[in-house]
């Protein structure tokens, strides 16, 4: 008898549970995008205080970095010269959300010591950092130096990018490996041997030839199109440009909407970052661009019912929704967008990486590797060196703060996007 009354007692609290979720008010879209820009502005202020504040004193260095074994006790003291892979992307993303309206006053002071340290660690004959043979790095950080002014060192940058695409990165279809970066100490994946420090002073050998295995890497098209769109390079490099292209017409015409590959950011990002070169003035609204509307318009309505939800997937649609027709056309979807990714907003402001992403197919290609097998390469095979989730941090606050500028401020809105390619020179 006692079993039964629990029994119906908890299904009196679970009928009055769901009685309540359905009768709870529902927030007006200008309290929720209010909500997104505290949410979005949060996750910013730990972006800078967390990620890159730190990885600035990292990189400002002489290049010493030392790792600690937790599990063995041991230590190993790399350099000079080596830098930690996280350090570089955190100081990236930081970069971009200054250009794309983010930054608060306080921050730019900070951004002129980014830019500082990224011109004192770039080779000025060759144009290349120390991680430039990671592709997405160097080409971000090139078109970043040139919106700040500085293009002398994003046409060094440039000149570097157009060999490393030449030199087998960009395969005449437009196809571009997955690359991992031979000189700086790895956050993606577990360290494997010391890098060789000093940067690649001219391409390396594609790694699809060493690693085919390797996924391509379809985000990096528009990166590289960017660097060239902002020097206006386009008659001096046809044959890269040709390449880039045929690549884009592949990824628009087969984008992957199956339910696993849809959580991929990869080819995501690059869909999404030819329309914003289109709504920043630097490309004209073509075919690819119909195309990849509804691509996006497809995967928002599959991530929107996703679980587990991915931060990464969820803020590149939600910026991509925000900045497109489809903030009107579809503005529950963009609600719902917004409301899931606030929802796994943690504690301190910060979005983690999402494990279930990199850790399988981390596992598969240690399996493949001799260097599993091998523990004697180095003391720490099986971790990860620093610390990515700044990338999440990043995407999932630009995503909230522009669906909140286009609930509440629009104008502000396109004038951001108009605005994120123009130079700001921080010396004035």
């Given amino acids: 008898m006692l079993r039964r009354w629990v029994v119906a007692a908890e299904l009196g609290a679970a009928c009055l549970l769901a009685l309540w979720v359905l009768l709870a008010p529902i927030p007006s879209r200008r309290e929720l995008g209010r909500r997104a820009l505290a949410a979005s502005e949060e996750g910013w202020r730990r972006q800078v205080e967390r990620f890159t504040r730190p990885s600035l004193a990292g990189i400002s260095g002489s290049g010493w970095v030392e790792l600690h074994d937790a599990k063995t006790g041991k230590r190993q003291v790399f350099g000079p010269g080596m830098y930690v892979e996280c350090q570089a992307y955190d100081m ?24 500082a340290a990224l011109l004192e ?24 130096m040139t919106l700040r002014g500085e293009r002398a060192s994003g046409r060094k940058a440039l000149e570097w990018s157009m060999k490393y695409a030449m030199f087998g990165f960009v395969a005449p279809d437009g196809y571009i490996p997955e690359t991992e970066g031979r000189h700086i100490i790895k956050s993606w994946g577990e360290v494997q ?62 984008p992957a909407h199956e339910t696993a590959v849809s959580i991929d950011f990869i080819p995501l990002f690059g869909m999404t970052d030819y329309g914003a070169m289109v709504h920043e003035g630097l490309l004209p609204r073509d075919r690819l661009y119909d195309l990849g509307l509804e691509n996006l318009r497809t995967l928002a309505r599959r991530e929107a019912g996703k679980r587990p939800m991915d931060p990464l997937v969820l803020g590149i649609v939600l910026a991509a929704v925000s900045e497109t027709e489809l903030i009107d056309r579809e503005p529950e979807l963009a609600d719902r967008l917004a409301g899931n990714l606030m929802s796994i907003q943690d504690a301190g402001g910060e979005w983690p990486m999402p494990v279930f992403i990199f850790r399988r197919a981390w596992f598969l290609w240690q399996l493949l590797t001799t260097s599993f097998w091998d523990p004697s390469e180095d003391l720490r095979i099986g971790r990860t060196v620093g610390e990515v989730d700044g990338f999440p941090t990043y995407v999932a606050s630009r995503g909230l703060r522009e669906y909140a500028w286009a609930v509440l401020d629009r104008d502000r809105l396109k004038r951001c996007m108009k605005e994120r390619c123009a130079v700001r020179r921080l010396s004035e």
């Fill in 92 to 115: 990236l993303w930081f970069l971009h959300g200054m250009s794309a309206g983010m930054g608060r006053p306080e921050d730019e002071e900070l951004e002129k010591k980014v830019v």
């Fill in 121 to 144: 660690r770039q080779d000025p004959k060759t144009g290349h950092w120390p991680w430039s043979d990671d592709g997405c790095i160097h080409e971000e950080s090139g078109v970043e």
């Fill in 193 to 254: 041997k010391a890098p060789t420090p000093g940067g690649a002073p001219v391409p390396p050998k594609s790694p699809k030839d060493d690693n085919p295995f390797f996924p391509g890497a379809p985000d990096e098209l528009p990166m590289i199109l960017r660097l060239i769109l902002l020097h206006e390079a386009e008659a001096e490099f046809p044959e890269v440009v040709r390449r880039l292209r045929a690549g884009l017409e592949r990824l628009f015409e087969d």
